[in-house]
T-cell receptor, first 115, second 115 residues
Framework: DAGITQSPRHKVTETGTPVTLRCHQT?????MYWYRQDPGHGLRLIHY???????DKGEVSDGYSVSRSKTEDFLLTLESATSSQTSVYFC??????????????FGPGTRLTVT | AQSVTQLDSHVSVSEGTPVLLRCNYS??????LFWYVQHPNKGLQLLLK??????LVKGINGFEAEFKKSETSFHLTKPSAHMSDAAEYFC?????????????FGQGTELSVKP
């Protein structure tokens, strides 16, 4: 257990509304990631952060923004939700203390439905 | 660019028989490779990782994988399947050095175990 929580765990929202998902970690890891999981695609990276206020885009970043004002929290915002953003969203951390072997540890996921 | 291909979208075995889940990778440098497992409606759990220390990697729950550079493969095996092994399995490679350590996922192999 890497001390990662996600909130909410489930959300149903309407097209066009803003949505913010929260990832919280308790172990002071520098790197945090947001992925989405869709059938037939595995997980795909949306955005990642390498420190407070330091973020970068992943391969499917269109329509998403992120913020990291504290080490422990990484927020994912859908500015105007669309049905194509219906998905399961996973947050992950990477442990870089000691030898960095690049594995990531995942939160429990948030199931988002956009109607 | 780094990528992984899981050769089977679905594998079905009988309890007590061997499991083989196939994965081929592409990488422009010595790769870091992982297998993750996802049980139904659960998060992702790291099964094992290859980081060039040894070509035969042992993981949790009796799983192991062998890194074969000549074949660009990283197949996952288990000598004897258990009902609790039924899940989706993802072969994963670390992205390029300038991509923040992101993980690139295969499309997944669903493992069914028959009694």
């Amino acid at each position: 257990d890497a001390g990662i929580t996600q909130s909410p765990r489930h959300k149903v929202t309407e097209t066009g509304t803003p949505v913010t998902l929260r990832c919280h970690q308790t172990e002071n890891h520098r790197y945090m990631y947001w992925y989405r999981q869709d059938p037939g695609h595995g997980l795909r990276l949306i955005h990642y952060s390498y420190g407070v206020k330091d973020t970068d885009k992943g391969e499917v970043s269109d329509g998403y923004s992120v913020s990291r004002s504290k080490t422990e929290d990484f927020l994912l915002t859908l500015e105007s939700a669309t049905s194509s953003q219906t998905s399961v969203y996973f947050c992950a951390i990477r442990q870089t203390t000691g030898t960095d072997t690049y594995e990531q540890y995942f939160g429990p996921g948030t199931r988002l439905t956009v109607t | 660019a780094q990528s992984v291909t899981q050769l089977d979208s679905h594998v079905s075995v009988s309890e007590g028989t061997p499991v083989l889940l196939r994965c081929n990778y592409s990488s422009s440098y010595s790769p870091s490779l992982f297998w993750y497992v996802q049980h139904p409606n659960k998060g992702l759990q790291l099964l094992l990782k290859y980081t060039s220390a040894a070509t035969l990697v042992k993981g949790i729950n009796g799983f192991e994988a062998e890194f074969k550079k000549s074949e660009t493969s990283f197949h996952l095996t288990k000598p004897s399947a258990h009902m609790s092994d039924a899940a989706e399995y993802f072969c994963v490679v670390r992205g390029s050095y300038n991509q923040g350590g992101k993980l690139i996922f295969g499309q997944g192999t669903e493992l069914s175990v028959k009694p």
